[in-house]
């Protein structure tokens, strides 16, 4: 029975949902500044009862022209919303006998324990489908039937009250650290891009990237670029990131002669790699920082830093090759503002710069993003006290101005729940897996496979990554990663934040790897484009973000954490991997300074290779070797480049 996306409700839940939606972003802020509301389990309690709340009520409709049908969904939904209301009643009414007979498994508890369960598959499975709820039923599966599993798989199997009471009112699975962050740093921030968007944001960064890039061929590729990077790393969803800028970014690159599923790939690469840039990564920067033992979320930022400006660097610099390949044009001089013009708007970016401040002051990241929140607020209030100061505004228009502050309020309360349900259920399967010791068998089972070579090694852990990552946001999708795959490089030998940082890449690029790739998906609708070629085209895009977890494994420094190598090796050994990615871009668009004769593909693929290679005189041979390459074809060489008309691919 297929189901309306979030944000179509009916019944009169149109009015309702959204002030749940705020209600929910009240309720999290009121945790970070004041103690009026609910700690510890019980605070996690409130959070499941909104979450689930939010989105039984904004899924409630279905396309149905039976009647009968409708009125069965409706009586559905509203019998697990009671079950929602219920059942965390019981967890507050009963927390106090809970904690006391803790281990004691009771048949109320085992009762309400499998409530829970099932709206945690039912949630998610009505947000983002069956993927993770089919992962879900499975890992029950196993947890309850593990004797009968082969091999390495095989356990002594869990009895069913015990099993639920593990998930559930035992204060872990459902109630342990991973909603533990959901309710906290996952959901603040969360809400913090959620009221920053509806701040204009996401105009000013448009309008900024057309200014500085909008002279250059590739100008309608790098706003989209540039924009998408700039607010991806707060959306905390590449899905919700192609939505936002890919509207106006994606018609942009169409008018000025960019093929459709190629503006769709520019658009859903760019937002995806919004994911893995610092200085917020879509909330996964602090949760690696929980995670990981020794390490700050500062260092984390520094250590993602050098990848993502390689990777942004190579998709702009794929876009300009191919606008230069096809002969586009850049903006005109009406379609861009002088940069100057644009600045005085930058004030919007003041939220952002709130946020890094109080955090390298020392202060905790939920607290410095609640403040962030703030700080858009404080903004809203100076923008309204301004207009009515200066006679701008009528009232209408100052009531359109508050409704746009509330709207954000909403709409981060719609993030926090849609990112809650799913870290609700991937709790549920993390705990199964802890309970039964998979995630141990699974690290030797694929050591194993292996066979003990770590490049075969790395290549499983990048396709299970991208698998466990499809279709969920970028914090549930690392998190569930950093507890499956993770592990299994660390024993490996791999460092432990290169393991994290590794598997959290291909987790990200599950956006937009086929069969899924829900940001191509998105793309290729906006651009009217064809799905599997506009997610093959951000794949060819985004090559350098499948390939840098394989380098820093070689060159740890590209996260800076081999202190051991010289300054100049440092420097020396980031630029040549730097430059690598940009040509191998090159390459996969065919055209460097003039397009490529199949013979020079040869040979620059052999250059490429040379300056990737660990050594540093070989390195300096391959880029020797770009060099004559780039010198070749700039005078025409005609072994190196040649000249046809360019055709769109």
């Known amino acids: 029975m297929p189901l ?9 839940t149109d009015k309702i949902v959204p002030v749940i939606g705020v209600f929910i972003t009240i309720y999290h802020l009121l945790f970070v500044f004041t ?65 006391k007979l803790v281990g004691l498994i009771r048949a109320p508890d085992v009762v309400i324990g499998s409530i829970l369960i099932f709206l945690a598959i039912e949630t998610t499975r009505r947000r983002y489908g069956w993927p993770l709820p089919i992962m879900a039923i499975l890992s029950l599966i196993y947890g309850l039937f593990g004797n009968y599993f082969p091999g390495v798989l095989n356990h002594s199997g869990i009895a069913f009250d015990f099993l639920v009471y593990q998930l559930t009112l035992g204060f ?15 959901a603040v921030f969360m809400i913090f891009g959620g009221v920053f968007k509806e701040l204009g944001a996401a105009e000013f960064f448009e309008e900024f990237a057309k200014s500085i890039a909008g002279r250059f061929r590739s100008g309608p590729a790098q706003v989209a670029v540039i924009s998408s990077g700039l607010v991806g790393s707060l959306t905390g969803a590449a899905v919700a990131n192609v939505a936002a800028t890919g509207s106006y970014s994606i018609p942009l690159m169409k008018r000025l002669g960019y093929d459709k599923n190629y503006a769709g790939a520019i658009e859903s690469s760019a937002s995806t790699g919004g994911q893995i840039m610092p200085p917020v990564m879509g909330a996964a920067a602090f949760i690696m920082a929980s995670l990981l033992d020794g390490y700050s979320y500062l260092d984390i930022v520094i250590a993602a830093t050098i990848p993502a400006l390689i990777f942004y660097l190579t998709v702009m610099f794929a876009c300009e090759f191919r606008a230069r390949s096809e002969g586009l044009t850049p903006l005109s001089d009406d379609e861009r503002k002088p940069f100057f013009e644009v600045i005085p708007r930058g004030y919007t970016f003041i939220p952002i710069l709130v946020v890094i401040f109080i955090l390298f002051s020392g202060k ?28 701008e505004e009528s009232s209408i228009e100052l009531k359109e101005n508050a409704g746009q502050l509330v709207h954000g309020l909403a709409e981060g309360g719609r993030m926090v729940a849609e990112v809650g349900v799913a870290l609700s259920l991937i709790a549920i399967i993390v705990r199964i897996m802890g309970i039964t010791g998979l995630t141990q068998q699974l690290g030797f089972y694929l050591s194993e ?6 490049i075969v090694m790395l290549l499983l852990t990048a396709g299970l990554s991208i698998l466990l990552g499809f279709s969920v946001t970028t914090s549930a999708a690392y998190l569930i990663v950093a507890i499956v795959t993770a592990p299994a490089l660390i024993e490996f030998g791999i460092h432990p934040l290169a393991a994290h940082m590794y598997v959290f890449y291909f987790a990200v690029l599950s956006a937009i790897s086929p069969p899924v790739a829900t940001a191509a998906l998105v793309a290729s609708k906006i651009a009217d ?23 820093w494994i070689v060159y740890p420094e590209l996260l800076f954490i081999d202190g051991q190598s010289s300054t100049i090796l440092f420097v020396f050994n980031i630029g040549k991997i730097g430059l690598a990615m940009i040509v ?20 620059t693929v ?18 020797g070797g770009v060099l004559f390459m780039v010198i070749g074809q700039y005078y025409e060489f005609s072994p190196l480049s040649v000249d046809i008309e360019p055709t769109a691919e």
């Open 584 to 603: 191998f871009a090159s390459l996969l668009e065919g055209h460097l300074v003039n397009r490529y004769t199949n013979f020079a593909r040869v040979l």
């Open 35 to 99: 103690t009026v509301t609910f700690t510890g389990v019980l605070h996690r309690n409130a959070h499941l009862l909104l979450v689930f709340s939010y989105v039984l009520l904004s899924t409630i409709t279905i396309d149905s022209d039976d009647d009968w049908k409708r009125y069965l969904w409706y009586g559905y939904t509203a019998v697990l919303l009671f079950a929602a209301i219920g059942s965390t009643a019981y967890v507050y009414i009963q927390f106090d006998t809970l904690v």
């Open 4 to 12: 309306t996306a979030l944000g179509r409700p009916s019944l009169g």
């Open 606 to 623: 052999v250059f490429v290779g040379l300056i990737i290679y660990p050594n540093a005189l070989i390195s300096l041979v391959g880029l």
């Open 172 to 186: 872990v699975g459902i109630y342990g650290f991973i909603i533990g962050l959901s309710a906290g740093i996952v």
């Open 529 to 551: 484009g064809e799905f599997i070629r506009t997610a093959l085209l951000s794949m060819k895009l985004s090559l350098a973000a499948y390939l840098l977890p394989l380098m």
């Open 364 to 391: 905790s990241p939920i607290y410095s993003a609640g403040v962030g929140v703030l700080s858009v607020m404080a903004i809203f209030g100076i923008e309204a006290g301004h207009r009515i100061l200066s006679a």
């Open 449 to 454: 496979l292996s066979g003990g070579i770590l």
